[in-house]
């Protein structure tokens, strides 16, 4: 897309300069055919002069600094897969295109995977419009999350600073860069709308704590960096609410405390290291009469959650441990639990409040502390 502007905009040049040269005067008049200092060029009818105008307003002066300092880490991502023609010669034809940014100065590039869900292969434009082809490294179709890889020099690479999404407050000032409908470095601003909302992703798993903002966001936006004043990136742009498909003031970006978490693993694993408790649980809301918490139904033999002290169901004879909280966030569904251990990775330690010795009526039961370890699970 940038080639096709630019091809324009050099058309609308050569076109100006045949303009020029076409005229009255020459295309290069020199320094003794200028008219003397004292004497001023006859103004076409009509003409009007420039009206000079002062010092940017501050605010435009922090957008306009803001986007050349960020703009350099965004990139252009487009999909590929490989056809057949019915002469049996193999080319790539587009599957897609979306945004990314530049993780480190090692090459790794990050952006959604629904923007290289069907590519066999990819190619990534810097800022600088060179290009890249850049291989997968990982994938957490469960966030939306991908990195890629690219053989660039580190001085071409400018990994975007990096914020956080916990400490957020609605109404402060969002900023998007990306290339909606392939238009290339692309800058929209808006605010923070709302927090802490959940979406599903396109693998029907809930995305949380993610950021609503109604920053113009459009196909082709997928995967660019969501930023706020500082410039620092505070969530990946991952979906629009939108009955036409186009903006219609409701984004959603995936948290940048998310992606810390996840973008690691991903270079490290390929796959995300979810941490688990460890533990087989009830799959079902208990009835509504009993505390709320997720019941233990199994604990691996011999484990060291085993050993942590943790007690599964026994058939009918006793009702295993309830748990409550996780490092003292409540845990009222298995769904709840999920979303707070996303907070940690495996290997954390964690401290989790269960309800020990609770009947089959729902009744009795003390609360106990067991210490653990959280162990690396799939997703």
């Known amino acids: 897309m940038k080639s096709r502007i630019s091809a324009l905009l050099v058309l609308a040049a050569v076109v100006g300069t045949a303009y020029t040269i076409g005229s009255s005067r020459a295309a290069t008049p020199s320094r003794a055919h200028s008219p003397p200092a004292n004497e001023s060029a006859a103004a ?18 922090h957008l306009t600094q803001l986007f050349e300092r960020t703009s350099k880490s965004v990139v252009h991502i487009t999909s590929l897969r ?84 916990h400490d957020l407050r609605v109404g402060q000032a969002t900023y998007a860069i990306g290339n909606p409908f392939g238009l290339d470095q692309s800058l929209t601003r808006g605010v923070i709308s709302a927090l802490g909302r959940e979406i599903t992703s396109r693998m029907r798993t809930t995305i949380y704590d993610v950021i609503q903002s109604d920053t113009a966001v459009n196909p082709g936006n997928s995967g660019g ?63 509504r009469h009993f505390p709320r918490g997720v019941l233990v139904v199994a604990v691996p033999e011999g484990s060291a959650l085993e050993r942590a002290g943790l007690r599964g169901t026994i058939d009918e004879t006793r009702l295993g441990d309830l748990v409550m909280a996780v490092n003292g966030r409540a845990t009222p569904t298995l769904s709840d639990l999920e979303a707070v251990l996303e907070r940690f990775r495996a290997g954390d ?19 106990v502390t067991i210490e653990t370890k959280l162990q690396p699970g799939d997703e």
């Open 82 to 165: 490989f056809r057949r023609s019915l002469s049996r010669d193999v080319y790539r034809v587009p599957e897609g295109s979306g945004s990314g940014f530049v993780w480190d100065q090692s090459g790794h590039i990050v952006t959604n995977y629904h923007v290289i869900q069907s590519g066999q292969s990819f190619q990534v434009v810097l800022a600088d419009e060179s290009s890249w082809t850049a291989k997968l490294v990982g994938v957490a179709p469960h966030k939306d999350l991908a990195v890629l890889k690219i053989e660039a020099p580190a001085e071409l690479l400018a990994p975007l600073d990096l914020g956080s999404s």
């Open 44 to 61: 076409p009818p009509g003409s009007r002069a420039v009206t000079a105008r002062g010092a940017l307003l501050p605010e435009e002066l």
């Open 225 to 287: 960096p969501l930023l706020d004043s500082a410039g620092r990136l505070i969530g990946v742009n991952t979906a629009i609410f939108s009955p036409t498909g186009a903006s219609a003031g409701i984004s959603f970006a995936t948290p940048v405390d998310t992606v810390r978490r996840i973008v690691p693993d991903l270079i490290t694993y390929g796959r995300v290291q979810k941490p688990v408790i460890g533990f087989r649980s009830y799959p079902q809301r208990l009835p």
């Open 349 to 367: 330690e964690v401290r989790l409040t269960v309800l020990r010795g609770l009947s089959f009526e729902g009744e009795g039961g003390r609360e």
